[in-house]
């Protein structure tokens, strides 16, 4: 039987690599939901290709156009009220979460409140909600599978590994970003254009600037903390310029198991649809061709991102909220050329120093969204 697999931002980057894996292996997959916020050219494609059973247009004013023009026979809902019922309407074995932002936090508590497996490209919903959605995940017995590169590579390195306390250290891999090897007196001067330019993975424009700043590795290092339920300072992170280690576990005698690959995100999104077993692909990497892996520490005075992360972590409570808030609205200020590169952290310190006060220690659904709207209120 096909896995039917609905995929929630089906219409960005790992939405759209996801469709492309599922169409190598037609006979095993089968697409049965899809949601798209603005792209509707794209999504009418997809649904033209792929014939789901019903669809999701998040936006609006994109919805009223699309409604105007649909000549197809398929339920199209509206909102987050939409994907709920998308969700809950239809037979489905796993939800892909490739939204962006934390605009994902609801439906992913809503999917595991419904006991459906879950495959987590989506970093800020977890870094807004970890606990939450673990305690969620573990109460109705779904499963959070990661699809992020580095969790699916921790994931796969933690294969047959039977009791936590073996586990020393985690590893995540960075690839430094474009501004690795620039001095810090000229990151002031970057431009959205040269921080868009990733040099190893092709990827939607905000986590591409997450990557540039660093703070998508300090996400990443929250993603660790709650997926693999570690301390924060036993999540460490690694320069790795080629990416080709797409991260580590350290185990107690210190060994140390990586997992390799080409930087593909097919990889882990097939790795999340197959588990526990495996597809063939022909995304090979070439050992006699690979050339040479370093690796080196981060600097995190140069990309402060990094160690707001570790220290909205340290804080705990309800601070992860306001570091990507803060984040959120720094970012998309940047690209629409609003702020320089290094008001990011700036702004983010801000979210942060705002959210002290409020500070709460294990906050609810409802105080998750509401601290996310009232840090985004008060920085713009
Ligand atoms: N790209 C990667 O290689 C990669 C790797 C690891 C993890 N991730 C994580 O995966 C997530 C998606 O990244 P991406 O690079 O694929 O982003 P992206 O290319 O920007 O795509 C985002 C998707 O989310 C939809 N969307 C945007 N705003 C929305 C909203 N308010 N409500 C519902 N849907 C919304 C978009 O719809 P429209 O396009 O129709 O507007 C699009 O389908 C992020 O959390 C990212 O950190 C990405």
């Known amino acids: 039987m096909r896995k039917r697999i ?13 469709l492309d894996i599922i169409k190598t292996h037609k006979d095993k997959f089968e697409v049965v ?36 023009d649909n000549k ?46 879950i495959a987590l490209a989506n970093k800020e919903c977890i870094v807004a909600g970890g ?23 921790i994931f796969q390195c933690l294969q047959g590994c039977e009791d936590d306390s073996d586990i020393k250290n985690i590893y995540l891999t960075a690839s430094g970003g474009p501004f690795k090897d620039m001095d810090i007196d000229n990151l002031h001067n ?3 254009a040269q921080a868009l330019r990733h040099p190893n993975w092709d990827m939607g424009n905000k986590i591409t600037i997450d990557s540039a700043t660093l703070m998508n590795k300090g996400l990443e290092v929250i993603e660790a903390k709650w997926l693999f339920n570690l301390d924060i300072d036993r999540v460490k992170v690694v320069v790795h310029p080629q990416s ?13 198991i990586a997992n390799m690959g080409v930087p593909d995100m097919r990889l882990p999104i ?19 061709e690979m050339g040479n892996l370093t690796f080196e520490r981060p600097d995190m005075v140069k990309f402060p991102c990094l160690s707001l992360a570790y220290e909205a972590m340290r804080i705990g409570g309800s601070m992860p909220i306001a570091l990507n808030a803060g984040n959120e609205i720094a970012v998309y200020k940047f690209l629409e050329g609003d702020i320089g590169f290094t008001t990011i952290p700036k702004m983010v310190e801000k979210a942060m120093n705002i959210h002290l006060r409020d500070l709460i220690h294990d906050p609810t ?16």
């Open 6 to 18: 609905a995929i929630l931002g089906s219409t960005g980057s790992i939405g759209t690599q996801a």
């Open 33 to 68: 939901a899809l949601s798209a916020h603005k792209n509707i050219a794209l999504l009418k494609e997809q649904m033209g290709d792929f014939k789901p059973e019903q669809v999701t247009i998040t936006d609006t004013k994109c919805y009223n156009t699309f409604l105007k």
């Open 72 to 117: 197809y026979n398929i339920t199209l809902n509206h909102g987050l009220d939409g994907l709920k019922e998308m969700i809950s309407s239809i037979d489905i074995d796993i939800v892909l979460i490739a939204i962006v932002g934390v605009a994902a936090l609801e439906i992913a508590h809503y999917i595991l409140d419904q006991g459906i497996d």
């Open 131 to 153: 606990e939450l959605l673990i305690s969620k995940a573990k109460d109705k017995g779904a499963r959070i599978i990661p699809v992020d590169s580095e969790h699916s590579a």
């Open 190 to 192: 970057v431009t959205p």
């Open 244 to 256: 080709i280690v797409h991260s580590m576990v350290e185990f107690i005698d210190n060994s140390i």
């Open 270 to 288: 097939l790795y999340a649809f197959t588990y526990p077993r495996r597809l063939d692909t022909d995304i090979e990497l070439n050992l006699y």
């Open 365 to 380: 659904l409802e105080q998750v969204l509401y601290i996310d709207k009232s840090i985004r209120e008060q920085l713009v």
